[in-house]
């Protein structure tokens, strides 16, 4: 056998398996991504459960929201549960940017969070919090943009859902 056919033969075959190794990278890139997502939006519900249970548990908590005066007690309680609330969402807003939650999934918990800070008491926390000491400028802006379309919602209206 010429050796210069059998030189040709294995570089034929060296890039027949380089080819295969990366095809197979790259699925195996593709199923970490997609597990990656997977996870990261069980992690997100979970949380949102959480969430859910902590109104459930503390329904006045949700009605600070529309209290006409709150007392300093109150401004504290409800100044955390928006910091922790806010947060979460920044969180997501972080995932969504590096391309780990899709537009829809994002979309649907940054609406949640608009209607939440359009209610009067958690419209006021937001313009006079201090936010940009903690949360990303880019966010914040965001969040201002969609609140400057977004009008002042009632009490009525929120529990009109159930008329």
Known sequence: MNWTKASAAAEILSSVAILATLVYLAIEIQQS???TQAN???AILAS???FLE???DSPGLNLLWYKPELSDEERIRL???LVTTVRMRESNWFQYQNGILDDATWRAYLGSLIVMLSAPQT???WQNFGLERIFDPEFISLVNELLANQPVFERSRH???FD
Do not use: G, K, P
Request: aromatic share 14%.
């Open 48 to 50: 949102d459960q959480q």
């Open 54 to 56: 902590l109104l459930i």
């Open 159 to 161: 529990i009109a859902a």
């Open 40 to 42: 990261t939006r069980q």
């Open 123 to 125: 419209r006021v926390w």
């Open 33 to 35: 991504a997609e597990a």
């Open 79 to 81: 100044s955390y549960f």
